[in-house]
């Protein structure tokens, strides 16, 4: 009850912070602007390349729906996630700057229960964006009850990137700085796309890479998919354990 307490202050100073920082606003448009881009954009262009004999054709054998899964697999499957994770590593930031954190150490709310809460709001909005998304972008488009557990699973995406925020940027001027180097991360998956196996595998060295890998399995029909995402799903767990831990000591240490 406590924690759910927690949960409502916080999400409720979040909200408030947000509705007044027209950076946070800006990333949840971007939110808007790729289910749109996907949805209308995308299939556009596949028609139209198509119909100009590029793809398939004289640029490509394939037609552009053959990377549709490519396209949502780092959009949606992982960028959607990310900017979730992005968001709430920005609001850490700002009570980071504000001295929030360093008042927390002396009030009776435990840094574990905080970090909990922070962990779990990033991790929910992020299902729900990658569901969202999936299901307005209409491409691509796994069943319901796969759709549902690859977003569950993408979701941890969310906090590993809030956390990657609070550990490595001190104030919003580093975190830029960050945001910078996880987008750069997400050319694993890209990448990956185009290495056949088993080499792509070593890409799952990259936890989120396998959440998107399970979800290019699903859509072929491969009922290994679930394996895959499971130990994607512990992959980002691991991450996410050792990342609190370093924030942990870094609260600890002032």
Known sequence: MKTLTLARK???????????DKFLQLMFGFVVVIAV??????????????????????FHPEPLSHFYPLIVGFLVIFQGALLSGAIYGFLILDEKEDGTLTALLVTPVPTTQYLGVRMYIPALFAAIIVLA???????ALPSPPTAIALAIGASLSGPIATLVYANFAENKLQGFAIAKFVGIAGWVILIGWFVAEPYQWLFGLFPPFL???????ALAGDPNWLWVELIGVAGQLIVIWALVQRFQRQLASG
């Not at 409720?12 to 947000?18: G, P």
């Not at 949805?39 to 054709?57: D, K």
């Not at 959440?211 to 399995?217: G, L, R």
């Open 37 to 58: 881009f996907l949805r209308f954009a995308v299939p556009a262009l596949n028609t139209n390349l198509a119909a100009l004999a590029l793809m398939p054709g004289s």
């Open 10 to 20: 916080i999400s409720t100073n979040d909200f408030r912070i947000i509705g007044r």
């Open 133 to 139: 998304q999936l299901y307005f972008a209409g491409i």
């Open 211 to 217: 959440i998107s890998k399970a979800y290019w399995m």
